[in-house]
């Protein structure tokens, strides 16, 4: 079991091109999370997603931010127009169905100059 | 809103003593409290959890306690060692999902 992967590792945008970032959860995990941590401080969740469905995306701004897990393929976390206050880790985790913890992914460490 | 409050947010022990650190949580609903090691620059790895029908839990040098009724938490660690140096993160959560409200992290750093 691979475990969940995300990638890129390293992310560079300029001021106001998009990034996008790809998470595929551990095998069998049908829910994914994200979260994003900027330097120096916790994890702050932005959205829950099932296939094809957002459960809960009470985390993400309201503009910009977008997120989906299709029916086949990663979850994506998009960001558009990004600014340097986007600059962050963000981390995937997934779970299964049952009372399992979450497993998060290595993180995608975007930077916006 | 749902909040978690940790402390300390800096923890400086010397090797072989014991490191504690605390987490109180605001919404009563939360059930499952787990808790992350995260090393500089990599992924938070769970070290430990509890659920709510449960008072303390052990394994090895690592415990994790809960009073529900105070809604507070806590992570002790035995015998540290420099290689527990490390930010250590709390979380709660509620319900059959794992949306995590975590606290803001506790910097342990174990001096040989």
């Known amino acids: 079991n691979a475990g969940v992967m995300q990638n890129p590792r390293h992310l560079v945008r300029r001021r106001g091109q998009e990034a996008r970032l790809r998470c595929s959860p551990m095998?069998?995990?049908?829910?994914v999370y994200w979260y994003r941590q900027l330097p120096e401080e916790g994890l702050k969740f932005m959205v829950y997603?099932?296939?094809?469905?957002?459960?809960?995306e009470s985390g993400m701004p309201k503009e910009r931010f977008s997120a989906e897990f299709p029916k086949e393929g990663p979850s994506i976390l998009r960001i558009q127009q990004v600014v340097r206050g986007d600059s962050a880790a963000y981390f995937c985790a997934s779970s299964g169905t049952g009372p399992e913890e979450a497993f998060f992914g290595q993180g995608t460490r975007l930077t916006v100059v | 809103g749902e909040n978690v409050e940790q402390h300390p947010s800096t923890l400086s022990v010397q090797e072989g003593d014991s490191a504690v650190i605390k987490c109180t949580y605001s919404?009563?609903?939360?059930?499952?409290f787990p808790w992350y090691k995260q090393e500089l620059g990599k992924r938070p790895q769970l070290i430990i959890d509890i659920r709510s029908n449960v008072g303390e839990k052990k394994d090895q040098r690592i415990a994790v306690t809960l009073n529900k009724t105070a809604k507070h938490f806590s992570l002790h660690i035995t015998e540290t060692q420099p290689e527990d140096s490390a930010v250590y993160f709390c979380?709660?959560?509620?319900?059959?999902?794992?949306?995590?409200?975590f606290g803001t992290g506790t910097r342990l750093k174990v001096l040989a």
């Open positions: 997603l099932q296939k094809e469905n957002i459960i809960d």
């Open positions: 979380a709660a959560s509620k319900g059959g999902t794992y949306k995590y409200i």
């Open positions: 919404d009563s609903a939360s059930n499952y």
């Open positions: 095998k069998g995990h049908s829910h």
